[in-house]
């Protein structure tokens, strides 16, 4: 069936970001078996039948000397919605990470677009390296919004028309930009997350600071609140020894 251009440019426009836990195996009593078999051997196993608060101190000794493998023996799957140029900053963290994306190549891509919301700082100030974003002025905020919108519905009818023309989907997405949404199964364990928070989060507590584009720090914010909730006294720990994966 072939779409006219007023049919065709019918998108969604987003300034949020989604998160959901699909599956977990994590909690703190993870790392206390894991720590405790260098000296107790399989009797470490009875931790996971204790009280992981009665053990905090040697979650807060792990995570304070940096003896992080313990931390590894876990794992939680996200299943995350955000803009595509979210996902190419995302896929940098290789080690401890598996991923599986959205494809455009086997199915049509569905026209979810992001525009910045008004708490979106638009105005960078400074050198790199050594900048910072402000708020825009509202006529700042009225022209991203419209500019992104106009030409988001442009390239999403080039994509529809080439497709009714019988292009293949993968040459097709080409026209697409990358404010488009897809989504992504992520898995990682709570080391992995840990290191990916220190970078991709600003936090009050962090001994290193660190610089993230706003949209990957949402996707962090909530991925954390769901680590925060599995492990506590883990996620405790890290914020108690400045947010530094061990």
Same mark, same amino acid.
Request: proline letters at 6%; aromatic letters at 10%.
């Given at each position: 069936?072939?779409?006219?251009?007023?049919?065709?440019?019918?998108?969604?426009?987003?300034?949020?970001?989604?998160? $959901? &836990?699909?599956?977990?195996?994590?909690?703190?009593?993870?790392?206390?078996? =894991?720590?405790?078999?260098?000296?107790?051997?399989?009797?470490?196993?009875?931790?996971?039948?204790?009280?992981? $608060?009665?053990?905090?101190?040697?979650?807060?000794?792990?995570?304070?000397?940096?003896?992080?493998?313990?931390?590894?023996?876990?794992?939680?799957?996200? +299943?995350?919605?955000?803009?595509?140029?979210? +996902?190419?900053?995302?896929?940098?963290?290789? #080690?401890?990470?598996?991923? *599986?994306?959205?494809?455009?190549?086997?199915?049509?891509?569905?026209? #979810?677009? %992001?525009?910045?919301?008004?708490?979106? /700082?638009?105005?960078?100030?400074?050198?790199?390296?050594?900048?910072? +974003?402000?708020?825009?002025?509202?006529?700042?905020?009225? &022209?991203?919004?419209?500019? @992104?919108?106009?030409?988001?519905?442009?390239? %999403?009818?080039?994509?529809?028309?080439?497709?009714?023309?019988?292009?293949? /989907?993968?040459?097709?997405?080409?026209?697409?930009?990358?404010?488009?949404?897809?989504?992504?199964?992520?898995?990682?364990?709570?080391?992995?997350? @840990?290191?990916? !928070?220190?970078?991709?989060?600003?936090?009050?507590? =962090? =001994?290193?600071?660190? +610089?993230?584009?706003?949209?990957?720090? @949402?996707?962090?914010?909530?991925? $954390?609140?769901?680590?925060?909730?599995?492990?506590? !006294?883990?996620? =405790?720990?890290? *914020?108690?020894?400045?947010?530094?994966?061990?």
């Amino acid at each position: 069936m072939t779409h006219t251009p007023e049919e065709s440019a019918k998108p969604g426009f987003r300034s949020d970001v989604s998160v $959901e &836990l699909v599956k977990h195996s994590a909690a703190d009593t993870d790392v206390l078996w =894991a720590a405790r078999v260098s000296t107790a051997g399989e009797q470490s196993l009875d931790e996971l039948t204790k009280d992981p $608060e009665r053990s905090k101190g040697l979650i807060n000794y792990l995570m304070r000397d940096r003896h992080g493998s313990p931390f590894e023996h876990n794992s939680m799957t996200f +299943f995350i919605s955000a803009p595509i140029f979210v +996902f190419r900053e995302f896929m940098r963290h290789r #080690v401890g990470w598996s991923y *599986n994306e959205e494809s455009g190549r086997y199915r049509q891509l569905q026209p #979810v677009f %992001y525009v910045p919301g008004e708490d979106r /700082r638009l105005v960078q100030q400074g050198r790199p390296g050594k900048y910072e +974003f402000v708020p825009g002025t509202r006529e700042q905020q009225e &022209l991203t919004g419209r500019v @992104m919108e106009a030409s988001y519905r442009q390239s %999403y009818v080039a994509y529809q028309e080439m497709l009714d023309a019988g292009v293949a /989907r993968e040459v097709a997405r080409a026209v697409l930009p990358v404010g488009l949404f897809s989504s992504m199964y992520a898995t990682c364990n709570a080391r992995s997350l @840990m290191h990916f !928070l220190g970078l991709r989060t600003q936090h009050e507590q =962090a =001994a290193v600071p660190s +610089f993230p584009q706003r949209e990957i720090e @949402m996707v962090g914010e909530l991925m $954390e609140a769901e680590w925060a909730r599995l492990m506590p !006294l883990t996620h =405790a720990a890290f *914020n108690a020894n400045g947010r530094i994966a061990p």
